[in-house]
């Protein structure tokens, strides 16, 4: 099974970096995070609901488009140092 954590951190630097749109980036997300739970991947669970409720938030609170990105820039590099913890304490992936 692909890893969906990653997957959706590669969308999320796409978005943060204006590669692709906020609503590209909807478009995407939306179809995914309502399946999440079936991935069995506790780790993208998190991150898919995270990123949810700043989507709602962003939505109910007519954030401009530039707070928004800085949001996802941000959580790309929470999520992604975490993930590059994991990786270097796993000396079987190197």
Do not use: N
């Not at 890893?3 to 980036?25: P, Y």
């Not at 991935?39 to 488009?65: F, K, M, N, R, T």
């Amino acid at each position: 099974m692909a890893d969906l954590h990653t997957q959706v951190l590669v969308e999320v630097r796409k978005c943060a970096d204006q590669s692709i749109s906020i609503d590209a980036f909807r478009e995407w997300f939306v179809p995914l995070s309502l399946d999440i739970e079936q991935s069995g991947q506790p780790d993208a669970i998190e991150l898919v609901h995270h990123i949810d409720g700043i989507l709602a938030e962003a939505s109910s609170a007519h954030w401009s488009d530039e707070d928004l990105r800085q949001e996802m820039a941000d959580i790309f590099y929470d999520h992604r140092k975490s993930h590059d913890e994991i990786l270097q304490g796993d000396s079987t992936r190197y």
